[in-house]
């Protein structure tokens, strides 16, 4: 055999070969066997994000007005007395507030203050000493002078007693009286209600100006002015509620909740 027919034989096998491998790779592309790359451009076989991935909106998409396929969750906080309150704020019954026809505050909740732990002093002194910083007092009970960080605005309040001047420093009931009564307060005892009005838990000593922007309000229309201590605030307002069997408006529960997820 010539050299010239033994490359020409050499040559055909060749191209045989080749045009073999071809048709056999189209062959498994087309029955799937061969799947495209999974990490080009950093997908799945299915065209979504990798495991893990964040998908973000590019310009486009937001100028278009596309979103993606799920919205992100807002993540609670993992406060330990937020989690708690949470979890009683999920117990309260929710319901409209009852009529405020007949609330008489010292009727039915006593007079202010009472001395209801018994201790010798009258609510209103056992919160200013306990409250206020370099306290003097007059006899074992009555506070004189003292200063008070407001917590519901972080403002520093000189008190001192007096006809004009005690106003400046006053005591909050976290759950208002009046809140109280058209939530629930009308089915409690009298002992249960005046119990209510001086648990230390629903008082704090405040800046005047706040308590009297405040009045009456629930969660779902005061919140204090410092909004780091609006997570304090909203816990006891629950807990108060949750011990003397309250329940809660449609709109304050709510507001509550909004407050407790970012504590």
């Known amino acids: ?16 070969v080749v045009l073999a491998l071809a048709v056999g790779g189209y062959a498994l592309d087309a029955s799937g066997v061969l799947g495209p790359d999974a990490d080009a451009a950093g997908t799945t076989a299915a065209g979504g994000p990798t495991a893990g991935e964040t998908t973000t909106i590019g310009p ?5 007005g596309a979103t993606p396929a799920s919205s992100p969750t807002v993540s609670r906080g993992t406060d330990a ?4 309150a949470r979890t009683q704020l999920a117990d309260l019954p929710v319901k409209g507030k009852a009529a405020g026809t007949g609330y008489d505050r ?12 018994r201790n010798g002093c009258d609510t ?10 370099d306290i003097t007092r007059e006899g074992r009970c009555k506070v004189l002078t003292g200063t008070l960080v407001s917590p519901y605005t972080g403002a520093t309040v000189d008190f001192v ?38 648990d230390p838990a629903n008082l704090f000593a405040v800046d005047g100006r706040s308590n009297s922007q405040k009045g009456s309000g629930d969660a ?38 909004r407050v407790l997820d970012a504590c």
Not at 1 to 13: K, Y
Not at 60 to 64: D, E, G, L, N, R
């Open 106 to 117: 010292t009727g039915d909740f006593g007079s202010a203050w009472l001395d209801v732990d």
């Open 60 to 64: 486009q998409q937001a100028s278009s």
């Open 220 to 257: 779902a229309t005061w919140l204090p002015a410092n909004r780091a201590f609006r997570c304090t605030y909203i816990e006891h307002q629950v807990t108060v509620k949750a011990k003397y069997r309250l329940w809660v408006a449609p709109a304050e529960r709510d507001a509550m909740v």
């Open 124 to 133: 209103r002194n056992d919160v200013l000493a306990r409250d206020l910083a």
């Open 161 to 198: 007693r007096g006809n004009t001047t005690s106003t400046l420093v006053q005591i909050d009931h976290v759950v208002a009286l009046e809140n109280a009564w058209r939530t629930g307060a009308q089915q409690l005892t009298e002992a249960e209600r005046q119990a209510l009005a001086n």
């Open 81 to 84: 007395d937020a989690v708690r």
């Open 1 to 16: 055999m010539t050299s010239r027919r033994r490359r020409s034989r050499i040559t055909l096998t060749s191209v045989l």
